[in-house]
């Protein structure tokens, strides 16, 4: 038999001293003041214990070391008695959230807060590392702009007063299992007055359950399958168009063109959000009468798609049309192109809006057209603090240095919803604010946002973006493009 | 013609799971550990293989060897300093001291190069051989000669070296060897820098042919799992022959029944294995 | 402070279970430790101030438990459990689902019939894999959890046109039914808070409870026999067929019974890689049962909660905005860490540092090699 091995005292005090620095290394390690978040969060004064409850009273600041902010007294509002502790306003949120040590900007640090009654606290659980790791922090950056564009022209306006916007995010990992946990976590424990969504369908699926849960509104813009909206939840609204919509402006176009196409090949990933957007472009390609000659789902997150990529081509299709996600938009072109796939029209619901298309295709990504929430080019005239599609593009690339892709711009969208919101309902309480959702109609440098009673806004269309020597392209509906579709692809041997 | 289409598809593909495969059953045959680093020594060559290219515009082909050579002594070094130090403990323990380095690269890798997909682009990437109506992409082809290339060169190597039979004794009795008078735990340094060296050819090779972020590798430790048990384990042929035909099966799962593919694929590779347990070449000599 | 809560539970409970797994106390002080653990779970909810983490820590570890039959007693490592787990919660979301053509059955009609279905379905499975061993066994098991998703959504069978049609919702989500606030004595109990916390914490008593019994059963002590040499425990008298299939069927099952339980509480089942059927859901069980110690009554439950005390303890840490991002790399180094320097698992450790024998509750320490 074998014994243990025998691990000495200083073997093991090794081992915790390097985790205890790992982690407090990995604690310090990005943030501006390397003092402030630790200390914060781990020297909690036990006597704010009575806000587990639905202690109305806020107007003591639970802890007094965190930030400067929270000496700042904000007026009490009195706790919704449904939701127990929900809608306090927590000026002392700093104490978890030090929204200052992660701001670029300088204007955002809790000193500029000395103008402000308090502030607004609004959390997501957001994927930062995992499979979507890249969209979850375009997401982030959405939020983080809003947030410092808000705050440095004064907050949001609550009954006269201009409250600070906090946000506090959690890393899901691209698990929506977790994405379920922590927004319960950020309702119950970090108090969040509202609630933004996390990125990807299956993530809001999940959240959209506790939102309803808890009865606190969650605006959100990055899941825009209809089985989010068709579980008769009162709490979830989506700033997106919905998922049908995403190819058929794509179809459209098409048939605008000459020559006009006739036959379509539709390949899905077999995701939910993937295969309504798959059906609901069968329907409508086959009402616009066109001949669907192909039409085959593939296992989520397959990059090896030569087997249907050659599949696709015996058939050869005037258009093809894929309904999937980046990885699987640049596998599909680079495989076409080694298998000298030709069709008239390439199109993606995502992927082309995403500048890693281009980045990673280079020439490959020319001529393929993409569904699009958004494009800077759109002519939207918001009435909001970004005001057009231009100016947010140009803000966006000042602050973070590359341009913004939809995934930004609708995640801001939904803080933006949020102020109008707010300011109509004149409280930030869960229950007003839900129902000045439900009443909202307004112009946002994103578009109309407007919610049918499901919570989707089937206001907004959907634009279609073809890259064009390298540039991207909006091409259609006509009277938001910028260009002329180039139709049809030119073969590859003639590129 | 698409029926050929498919089977060179499968089998191209099939050559580049045999390399992936290669050091992943080095490593499981000689030191009995399920080493789940090997997705991230494909992935670090990766970014290795495009920095490169982005910074000089080094070929892919060429900056290979000086890749497999950072990847081995990297390995080397891992097994030497941290892998070695829970060798003897159960496979679990090893399985997940692997699963946590590689999770460790890919979560440092995410940090420093962000999750952008990248692609070494040299002028030939995503072009192909125009045979008639059937397509060739040159850097499969590309990998078919590296990877017929070094497992000549490996079998030749395990077979007619004094090192590569040290490697040998070692997989089939450590405790024999040892009483040889053999470095046990220097072997086990260079047959995992071996096998991070294979890796480091997979990944060079697969940087240019798809479009990659720190997370797009993950898959490859259960392929070339896969691979190395259909394969069968100890052999070093066996590994490119579980290459093929795991990459033909995968070709035609995926033309008739592509959203079930992996169903069909592992059963087959259930029943394969029910049948006959050693894989199709698998031999003892290892152990 | 509030968030603290559940960070104090996990790690009192921590502290708790591995007194009760100490063979330094006597026997009825085991045992009186056991019932304090279990006492100050039952309170945990009225304290707690999410109960969130604590439900996915209990669950999971059911699901550690349940791996824990077959990799930990039976010596066969199994990599597959996650298509049981997700099994389990879409046969009970099958069965409970209000949306047309399901019986909407409550659950606890509906979830023990998930359980015993897919108990059903893992023997079956268990007859033909379990005819490997070692490596070859763990690769047939990941090829099940591989294509379970894949069969869920199969259109033959369960699409719109299918034999059984659309019961695993014809790859569009599933929903459980919304679980209800209960009002007892004039005494509104979310349904959060209670409910689904007792349903978690009475998975982890049932995985307990089971595991248990194998230290004081023929049946275990056959388990065991197998796991330390197949052929003697054969001519010793142990049907190993049927006892490894009970064991498969019996882990199938605890997974299945955690899976269902996680699922009512999300409500919404999708095959997506990011949902049940997850790797991250794989390993996590495995990785348990490592953190506590493999093949003991105890390790899974120190496992999970040392875990999940990690996870909130990174997560509180890591609060300020730009270390966000390295909480993910620093959980990754702290496993290999912990690997590195407790590789037997902390409850071993900590007996070792008695240096009173090795005899757990169960009796059976993890020096078996798979």
Redesign the interface.
């Known amino acids: 038999?074998?014994?243990?091995?025998?691990?000495g005292r200083r073997?093991?005090l090794?081992?915790l001293t390097?985790?205890g620095a790992?982690?407090?290394l990995?604690?310090?390690?990005?943030?501006?003041s390397p003092t402030?978040?630790?200390a914060a969060?781990?020297a909690?004064?036990?006597t704010?214990?009575a806000?587990?409850t639905s202690a109305p009273a806020a107007t003591s600041p639970?802890?007094a070391t965190s930030a400067p902010a929270a000496t700042i007294s904000a007026p009490t509002t009195p706790a919704a008695g449904a939701t127990g502790a929900a809608g306090v306003a927590s000026p002392a949120a700093a104490a978890?959230?030090?929204?200052g040590?992660?701001?670029p900007t300088p204007a955002a640090k809790p000193a500029a807060g000395g103008n402000f009654a308090g502030s607004i606290l609004f959390g997501a659980p957001i994927s930062?590392?995992?499979?979507?790791?890249?969209e979850g922090?375009l997401t982030r950056e959405g939020y983080d702009i809003w947030k410092d564009v808000y705050n440095e022209a004064g907050g949001i306006k609550v009954g006269g007063k201009s409250y600070r916007i906090d946000?506090?995010?959690?890393?899901d990992?691209?698990?929506?299992?977790k994405t379920?946990?922590l927004a319960?976590?950020l309702?119950?424990?970090?108090k969040v007055n509202l609630l933004l969504g996390p990125y990807?369908?299956?993530?809001t699926?999940?959240m959209?359950?506790v939102a309803?849960?808890a009865k606190i509104p969650m605006i959100e813009g990055n899941g825009a399958?209809e089985?989010i909206f068709s579980?008769g939840y009162k709490y979830t609204f989506g700033v997106l168009s919905p998922a049908p919509n995403y190819l058929r402006g794509v179809i459209d176009m098409a048939l605008a063109q000459n020559p006009k196409p006739a036959t379509i090949a539709i390949l899905s990933a077999?995701?939910?959000f993937s295969?309504?957007v798959a059906d609901a472009t069968r329907k409508y390609a086959e009402s616009k009468g066109l001949q669907v000659v192909y039409y085959?789902?593939?296992?989520?997150?397959?990059?090896?798609?030569?087997?249907?990529v050659?599949?696709a081509k015996?058939k050869n299709p005037d258009l093809f049309l894929n309904s999937g996600h980046?990885?699987e938009s640049?596998?599909i072109m680079?495989q076409a192109?080694?298998?000298?796939f030709n069709a008239k029209g390439f199109a993606f619901s995502v992927g082309p809006s995403i500048p890693?298309?281009q980045?990673?295709?280079?020439d490959?990504a020319n001529y393929v057209f993409g569904g699009t929430q958004w494009t800077e080019v759109m002519k939207w005239n918001g009435d909001d603090l970004f005001k057009t599609p231009e100016n947010y593009y140009n803000q966006y690339k000042a602050k973070f240095g590359h341009e913004p892709s939809y995934q930004s711009a609708e995640s801001t969208a939904c803080g933006v919803a949020y102020v109008k919101a707010i300011e109509a309902a004149g409280s930030f309480d869960p229950q007003p604010v839900r129902d000045a959702i439900a009443k909202l109609d307004f112009m946002s440098f994103y578009g109309p946002i407007k919610f049918d009673e499901r919570g989707v806004n089937t206001f907004k269309p959907m634009a279609v973006e073809q890259w064009q020597n390298g540039k991207k392209v909006t091409v259609w509906p006509p009277d938001a493009a910028n260009g002329k579709p180039i139709w049809p692809t030119p073969e590859w041997g003639k590129r | 013609m698409?029926f050929l289409?498919?089977v060179l598809?499968g089998l191209l593909?099939g050559f580049m799971l045999g390399l992936v495969g290669l050091g992943f059953s080095m490593v499981w045959g000689i030191l009995n550990i399920i080493n789940l680093t090997h997705a991230a020594f494909i992935m670090v060559a990766a970014y290795a293989t495009y920095f490169a290219w982005m910074g000089t515009g080094a070929d892919p082909f060429v900056t290979l060897p000086f890749t497999m050579a950072a990847l081995f002594a990297a390995g080397y070094l891992l097994q030497r300093y941290v892998i070695n130090r829970v060798l003897q403990s159960s496979i679990l323990t090893t399985f997940l001291l692997t699963f946590g380095l590689e999770a460790l690269l890919v979560?440092l890798a995410?940090q420093l190069f962000?999750?952008?997909?990248?692609?070494t682009?040299p002028p030939y990437a995503?072009?192909?051989l125009?045979l008639g109506a059937l397509?060739l992409?040159y850097t499969q082809i590309g990998a078919v000669a590296v990877a017929l290339g070094l497992t000549i060169a490996l079998y030749a190597f395990l077979d007619h070296s004094k090192t590569g039979s040290s490697i040998r004794a070692v997989g089939q009795d450590r405790i024999a060897a040892r009483l040889m008078g053999i470095d046990i735990t220097r072997t086990y340094a260079l047959t995992y820098g071996i096998g991070a060296a294979l890796a480091a050819a997979a990944g060079a090779l697969l940087s240019t042919?798809?479009?990659f972020?720190p997370?797009?590798f993950g898959v490859y430790n259960v392929l070339a799992f896969s691979v190395v048990v259909l394969g069968g384990l100890g052999s070093v042929p066996g590994a490119l022959v579980g290459g093929l035909a795991f990459g033909l099966i995968?070709?035609?799962a995926?033309?008739y029944a592509?959203?079930q593919?992996?169903v069909i694929v592992f059963a087959v590779l259930i029943l394969v294995l029910v049948v006959r347990p050693t894989g199709l070449f698998g031999r003892e000599w290892y152990r | 402070?509030?968030?603290?809560?559940n960070l104090l539970i996990l790690t009192v409970g921590s502290v708790l279970a591995v007194l009760a797994a100490s063979p330094r106390l006597s026997a009825s002080g085991r045992r009186a430790t056991t019932g304090v653990l279990f006492a100050l779970m039952l309170v945990a909810p009225v304290?707690s101030?999410?109960t969130?983490?604590l439900?996915?820590a209990l669950t999971a570890m059911a699901i550690a438990y349940g791996w824990n039959v077959i990799g930990g007693y039976t010596g066969y490592a199994a990599f597959g459990n996650v298509a049981y787990l997700g099994l389990g919660a879409f046969v009970a979301a099958g069965f409970m689902s209000r949306q047309p053509g399901h019986p909407a059955l409550p659950w606890f009609v509906g979830i023990p019939l998930a359980v015993v279905i897919v108990s059903a379905v893992g023997a079956l499975v268990g007859l033909a894999v379990l005819r490997l061993r070692g490596h070859y066994f763990s690769i047939a098991t990941l090829g099940v959890a591989v294509a379970m998703p894949?069969l869920i959504?199969w259109d033959l069978l369960f699409g719109r046109e299918g034999l059984i049609p659309n019961f695993f919702g014809g790859?569009?989500?599933l929903?459980f039914p919304?679980a209800s606030d209960v009002t007892i004595v004039g005494v509104e109990l979310s349904?959060?808070r209670y409910l689904l916390y007792y349903l978690g914490l009475a998975t982890a008593l049932i995985g307990w409870g089971v595991t248990f019994m194998l230290g004081r059963t023929k049946f275990g002590y056959g388990l065991i026999a197998i796991r330390e040499n197949e052929e003697a425990a054969e001519v010793m008298g142990v049907n190993t067929t049927v006892a490894k299939s009970v064991a498969y069927a019996l882990s199938a099952g605890l997974a299945a019974l955690g899976g269902a339980v996680?699922g009512y509480?999300?409500?919404?089942m999708?095959?997506?890689?990011?949902?049940?059927f997850?790797t991250?859901?794989n390993l996590q069980m495995i990785i348990i049962c490592l953190i506590g110690g493999i093949g003991t009554l105890w390790g899974p439950w120190v496992g999970a909660f040392v875990l999940f005390a990690l996870q909130e303890?990174?997560?509180?840490?890591?609060?300020?905005?730009?270390?966000?991002?390295?909480?993910?790399?620093?959980f990754s180094?702290?496993i290999v860490?912990v690997v590195?320097?407790?590789?037997?698992g902390v409850l071993?450790?900590v007996q070792?540092r008695t240096r009173a024998g090795?005899r757990v509750l169960s009796g059976r320490?993890a020096?078996h090699r798979v």
């Open positions: 038999m074998r014994t243990f091995p025998t691990l073997r093991f090794a081992a390097a985790t790992a982690t407090l990995a604690a310090c390690g990005g943030a501006a402030a978040a630790p969060t781990v909690p004064k036990p704010s214990a806000a587990a639970p802890a978890t959230t030090s929204p040590a992660a701001a930062l590392t995992g499979s979507t790791a890249k922090g946000t506090k995010y959690y890393d990992e691209s698990n929506a299992q379920a946990t319960d976590k309702i119950k424990e970090d990807g369908t299956s993530g699926l999940q959209s359950t309803e849960k399958a089985s579980q077999d995701d939910p295969v309504e085959q789902k593939y296992p989520n997150a397959s990059t090896d798609l030569r087997a249907p050659t599949e015996a980046l990885q640049v596998a680079q192109k080694e298998l000298g890693d298309f980045t990673s295709l280079k490959a | 698409d289409q498919h598809n593909q979560n995410l962000t999750a952008d997909i990248r692609q682009k995503n072009e192909s125009v397509r992409p042919t798809n479009g972020a997370t797009s995968y070709e035609f995926s033309v592509l959203p593919r992996d | 402070m509030v968030p603290l809560t304290v101030s999410s969130s983490v439900f996915d894949e959504q790859g569009l989500p929903n919304l349904a959060d996680v509480r999300l409500t919404n999708t095959t997506e890689a990011e949902a049940l997850s991250a859901n303890l990174i997560r509180l840490i890591a609060s300020g905005d730009a270390v966000l991002r390295w909480q993910a790399t620093a180094l702290l860490l590195l320097f407790l590789p037997e071993a450790y070792s090795l320490p020096y």
